[in-house]
């Protein structure tokens, strides 16, 4: 394993010189002692894009030079982000080109805002790659944290007790601190597996804690009113549960699983029951819950606007440019990442994206199959990571802050798998 610094300078003799050494040797020492908490505030602004550029793009500059004076690792199996990102780069420029109807500028920007991201989840894999229980627990601190802040935010603006409830609401949906409730949906559900992986397999106070971070997390993903985002929750609760039943507890644990389960379903029917009997929600909710809308359906729908997209990236394998599709014959666009990539970075460029995800799809799992007791960090970082690529055709996580981060995440934990600390001789000591 090479660093990304850390290394002195030396003399034509090869011994020390006198000064550098003592000023880079400072340097490194404060970058480490601050990167941690750096890191922290870079996650939290995540939770905050009512704007762009958000606090995210503006926080991860800081990230990057106290991430390099620190030496964090630059590791081999996490390479293949990178090479991807480089064989993804010309061809998403040669997109940019494409474009008729919108600038150039206009689709440069989009490229470069995606390879941003592409890095971004390049140095989180490195960074908790070095430890991962450690940096992965720090990162999902952060996270939860934010996440459980901007949820009581959204809870309370949908029920009207705060002043300027509207800023936090999109067509009587809560959207928080996001600019569209699908995408704050998704964003609550990465720490709401985390939050339920210790809720099943710890005791005491800190099962309740979590419990309870569970349940606000999943009422904060009931009021963003996203089809999507109920779905990938389900799935997500569904994976955490039956991975770690059948790879992670013992009998007496599988026993105590069964009857939280029973319990938290019997209480969540009684939420329910409970929010419905407000007749906005309720009609809120029957509206949602249609798999009828006109949104989806007739010629100009969603799934017929992604076929429209997917025999037009078929016929140009330089893509069309980014944004280019609402131009033509559909003004709406069609809602499908996967389509989308094609036509905005043409057959070469998507084919990096398709193998990035194809990739950590691989990484993931092969973890998975591995006893470790890094197991406990890929579990719901994977059960997030399948409904969410799943979701991806049909809606746009292109551009997801959280996507990425959650992909460098999993590249990490794979990359550092081996590598065990002593606090996780215990298995409480494992959970984060």
């Not at 394993?1 to 300078?9: E, F, H, I, V």
């Not at 509206?287 to 006109?294: A, D, E, W």
């Not at 406990?376 to 990571?385: D, W």
Request: with cysteine; glycine share 10%; net charge positive.
């Amino acid at each position: 394993m090479s660093t990304l610094a850390g290394k002195q300078g030396v003399g034509s003799t090869g011994s020390p010189s006198p000064a550098q050494p003592v000023y880079a040797s400072k340097l490194h020492l404060l970058a480490k002692a601050w990167l941690a908490p750096v890191v922290a505030v870079w996650i939290v602004s995540g939770g905050f894009v009512l704007f762009e550029p958000s606090p995210y793009e503006l926080v991860f500059l800081l990230v990057l030079p106290l991430a390099y004076l620190a030496g964090i690792g630059i590791h081999r199996k996490t390479l293949g982000i990178f090479q991807l990102m480089v064989l993804f780069i010309p061809f998403a420029l040669i997109g940019a080109f494409q474009v008729r109807f919108s600038t150039t500028i206009s689709g440069m920007i989009y490229v470069i805002v995606t390879v941003f991201l592409w890095f971004t989840a390049y140095v989180a894999a490195n960074y908790i790659a070095d430890n991962p229980q450690k940096r992965l627990g720090g990162i999902m601190n952060a996270y939860t944290g934010v996440a459980v802040f901007i949820s009581v935010i959204g809870i309370l603006a949908y029920l009207g007790i705060i002043p300027g409830s509207e800023i936090f609401l999109r067509y009587d949906r809560v959207k928080a601190t996001f600019q569209d409730p699908n995408v704050f949906g998704p964003f609550l559900i990465i720490p709401a597996a985390f939050a339920l992986q210790r809720m099943l397999l710890d005791k005491g106070k800190r099962a309740l804690v979590a419990g309870a971070i569970f349940g606000i997390l999943l009422i904060g993903v009931f009021v963003s009113f996203s089809r999507a985002a109920w779905g990938y929750m389900i799935f997500t609760t569904g994976f955490v549960f039956i991975a770690c039943f059948i790879l992670e507890a013992n009998n007496k644990e599988r026993s105590r699983m069964i009857g939280i389960m029973l319990v938290g379903l019997a209480l969540a029917v009684v939420a329910l029951i409970g929010l419905l009997s407000i007749e906005s929600v309720r009609e809120l909710f029957l509206q949602r819950f249609s798999l009828n809308q006109t949104y989806d359906s007739g010629s100009t729908g969603r799934f017929a606007r992604q076929a429209y997209a997917f025999e037009l990236a078929l016929s140009n394998p330089f893509g069309i440019g980014p944004s280019e599709f609402s131009y033509l014959r559909v003004t709406e666009a069609p809602h499908n990442t996967y389509v989308k990539v094609l036509l905005a970075y043409g057959w070469i460029g998507g084919l990096a994206y398709f193998s990035l995800v194809w990739m950590t799809f691989k990484h993931g799992f092969a973890a998975l199959k591995k006893a470790s007791p890094n197991r406990l960090l890929m579990i719901p970082l994977m059960a997030n990571f399948i409904p969410l690529a799943l979701e991806s055709a049909i809606i746009d996580t292109d551009h997801w802050r959280h996507f990425f981060l959650l992909v460098g995440m999993i590249w990490g934990v794979a990359a550092g798998y081996e590598r065990v600390n002593d606090a996780q001789a215990t298995r409480r000591g494992r959970l984060i």
